[in-house]
Every structure is written in C-alpha cells, then in structure tokens.
C-alpha cells in the first residue's frame, strides 16, 4: 500500500472518529422563553422571551462536552416548521423539534417579575420517552440578569446529569457573569436588537447592539450578535 494511501486512510479513519464522538455527545435544543407577566409587564417584557433563551443557550455553548443548537439555526428550523419564536410550544411539538435536531433533551423555559426581581423556571423534556425530567428555577433582583442565567444553565446541567465544565472554566464563567452586572432594561434592549436581527432590521439591530456594548463592552454574545450582522 502506498503511504499517501495509508495516510489517507488514517485520516478518514480519523474524521470519522470524530464524527462518532460529536454524536456520542448529549444533544441540547432550547426555546424561547414563555412570558408569564400579566397587565402591562407582559407587553414590556415580551422581547425577553427570545433573549433570556440566546443567554442561557450561551452560557451552555462553552460546554465541550454537550452539543447545543445555537439560536439561529433553531429558529431556522421553527421557521420551517412554521412555528412562533415567541410564545409557549405545545410538548408534542417540542419532542418533534428535539428529533429534528437529533437532541437528547429540549429544554424550555418561562419568566416573570415580581416587583424588582426576576423569576425563571425551567424544564427538560427527553426527546426519547417525551417526559418531563428535570425542572428547576431561579430568582434575584434584576440588577444582574446574566447570574441568573449563570445559575439557571449550572442547575440544568447538574439536574440532567451531564457533564460540568471544568472547574477553573465554570468559575471563570461566574465571575464575568457577576462583573459585568447587565440589567434588566439592558437586557430588554439585546432583546430587542434580536427581535430587529430577527425581522431584518439590520441598522436598528446593529444600533441597539451598540447602545448596550456602549455601557457593557465586556458582553460577548452583544458582540456576537452583532457580528453576525456585520461581519466584523
């Protein structure tokens, strides 16, 4: 056998290799958030629906042990399915759209305000059986919106019993999370440059993107929303 050959093989042999072990990895689909406010707050808050989602599914992205759909592509997927990014899905349609992304759990999740806090609750579905398995929740004040979801994404990853970050990268994940201190009306304005990313809005995007980089250069997923857009 000719050793261009061999080596050719051995690197076939190796992408496939890889390609198992991507597979082998517990697959994650997370949908927007279901706005539970009631009167005025509901209206108010209702961007956050999609927001709160990109954060959690951020803070569970570095996890090279998972493998997570990223928001674009499963709202590309919802489109195609002709389903609301916005709004509670019903659970037969959440375990349809976990088979489509070949997931392991869909996780959905809910959020109100109570006075100056903020509440958000969680659930996972496994795509196998369709049953509930794990729910969990979290509430702080609304001065610091990404601990929460800090928090939120550790609770799912330890009630569903996959496998943690390494230590030093989880802490590490804490503590930008508590330094950069995003509240709630910064949060709202991501949201809604998510809502203009969403709808085509390009320059509106681009503009509220900015607006929040402006008091919080630190916020990375602003950044990566943002390049999204415009390339850079």
């Keep these: 056998m000719k050793r261009s050959t061999m080596f ?30 009631t009167g005025k707050a509901n ?12 954060m959690a599914i951020e803070e569970l992205l570095p996890n090279p042990s998972i493998r997570v759909v990223e928001r674009d592509q499963m709202n ?14 019903d659970p037969s349609t959440v375990i349809k ?19 100056n806090s903020l509440v958000l609750t969680m659930k996972a579905f496994s795509v196998e059986t369709s049953e509930i398995v794990w729910t969990g929740s979290v509430t702080g004040k609304t001065d610091n919106i990404l601990v929460l979801i800090n928090q939120l994404a550790s609770k799912a990853t330890k009630g569903l019993n996959l496998p943690p970050l390494p230590p030093a990268q989880e802490q590490a994940q804490q503590a930008k999370a508590e330094r950069i201190k995003l509240p709630l009306q910064e949060a709202l304005k991501f ?31 602003a950044k990566k929303e943002k390049a999204s857009i415009t390339g850079k």
Excluded at 11 to 20: D, K, R, V, Y
Excluded at 203 to 209: I, N, P, S
């Design 8 to 37: 050719s093989i051995i690197g076939s042999l190796a992408l496939f290799s890889g390609a198992l072990q991507a597979q082998g990895k517990p697959g994650l689909g997370l949908l927007p958030f279901t706005n539970s406010a």
């Design 43 to 54: 209206e108010e808050l209702a961007p956050l629906a999609k927001g709160l989602a990109d």
């Design 76 to 89: 590309k997927i919802m489109e195609e399915q002709k389903l609301s990014a916005n709004g509670a899905v």
């Design 97 to 115: 759209l976990g088979k489509i992304i070949a997931a392991k759990y869909m996780l959905t999740g809910a959020y109100i305000t109570m006075g």
């Design 191 to 221: 949201a809604r440059a998510l809502d203009a990313k969403d709808a085509g809005k390009k320059d509106e995007a681009v503009a509220l993107f900015n607006q929040v980089l402006d008091k919080f250069p630190e916020y990375d997923l």
